[in-house]
């Protein structure tokens, strides 16, 4: 703390294309990820009105694979001038946005797409995309492998040491899934999940359910970026990036299950210094893409936002108050990882653009300021606030 | 001493543990403090971020402690389905008071009716196996009020 305030950002990039594969259930895509991805980014570009071999910068995060350097003779790049990925799973989407905003910003690259693809291939997709094998001895020779079984750890300590209500999960759920039903593309949008049906569904590892838990998905999902003077004349209403910090303090990092506080997904720190950043505060938000690879964690994003705190937590996360257009804040109105699809989280970035847009199926009426936090319980976490041209 | 864990060597996390795993397999359970400033250091790291001290003192810990999160795990994950015929099984976060509230991770063995936050635990060290990747493990019990 007492570091400085980075405002030299604020407002001097915006999202200009976005692009997306279908959705399809894990392993039906029948396309490698590489194919994926390039049409996500040829699709980003179109929706821009870029040529995609204009394209001089790729930024991803996590284990994407499909690098740039792979894509340039598809895509007919002229020059690659700046290519990375951000630490370290879903926790550094946001991240990615910001980073590719410091290569235009510093004019290392002028079009820059931000991207990710993921298609199931010989069964170690979770392993390597998502988990990277980089999971400890301490967890894995004591029964835990999947990022639901450390998730829920953390968010059995939120329900019975901190005393926020275990229903809060089920909101979370039936929101996004009630969202999903407006979203043609939305993997879920048949389920008609309901209280009863989520109170039966079998457990995965408690307090999570089958409906707590993100869908897997093959796609790909691509976003391009621009500098805000050229994103004034292209043709799609901008995206400007008002903020994207990254990062993890004290009591946070890689702690095989010693952070503090442990139920923490790890904003604290980062989401209060994207409010300094970006001068607004939570109660302006108009919108938000909460990344819930399980609900309980998206509690804790919530939370650490200061939405709510954990005594407030019950009376704030109610289907009523989360569901577009009239609650007090919308989330996750494409359907989110739980009921859209999972491409480790992207794909909410795309739908944060498209509030901003007026484009999304499940529109929030005059939305202005669009927030989309990263993976949560990542051992480093980011989160951004979109806004149009009024917010900048 | 030919340590098993060796042989099955874990390459994720921080990998600063070894002492932990060839103590599990001598029968003790030892966590390691700091040599300058003698602060538990939980997980163990090559250096102390608060004085510097790169070296480290593993000391005997007894295995009593309390639960500081649980979860009940229904489902076979990829990675350690040798405990398939397990399944549901509970894994508890143990926070042990006299090593300066680290917390260690363990499957539980027993009931588990009474299992919550706050809980007191006590633990045994398990021969490596094949449940447990071929490393020695802590297990833990619900030790009663
Ligand atoms: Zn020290």
Redesign the interface.
Known sequence: MGKGVNRMMRGTTAVVGIGETPFHKRGTSGEPALKLALRAIVAAAEDAGIAPSEIDGFVSYGSERNDGQRMMSALGTEELRFGALVWTHGGGIPGALGLAATAIVTGQAEVVAVYRAMSESGGRRLRVDVAQDDTAAQQLVNGLDGPAQMCALRTMRLIEAEGVPARTLREMALVSYHHAKRNPRAIGRDAALDERIYDESRWISEPYRLFDCSRESDAGVAVIMVSAERAKDLRQRPAYLLGAPMGAVKGWGVLEENHDPYWSAGFRGVADRLWRETGYGPGDVDVAQIYENMTGMGVSALIEHRFCDPATAGDFITFDNLTAPDGGLPINTSGGNLAEGFIHGMSLVSEAVRQIRGTSPNQVPGASLSLMTGGPGDPVVSTALLGDASTV | MEYS?RAHR?????GA?DRF?ESLEEGVFRLPRCAGCDRWM??AHFRCGGCGSWEQRWEPVEPVGSV????????V????AE?AE?V??V?V?AEIPAAGG??????LDGPDEGV???APLRGRIDAPSA???G?A?VRWSLAGE
């Open positions: 864990f874990i390459a994720g996390g921080i543990d795993w939980w997980p500081y999160s649980w979860t009940r795990s229904w489902y994950f990829d990675r350690t405990r397990d549901p099984y894994v976060v680290a917390r260690v991770v363990g499957v919550r936050v706050g449940k447990s990747k490393y493990a």
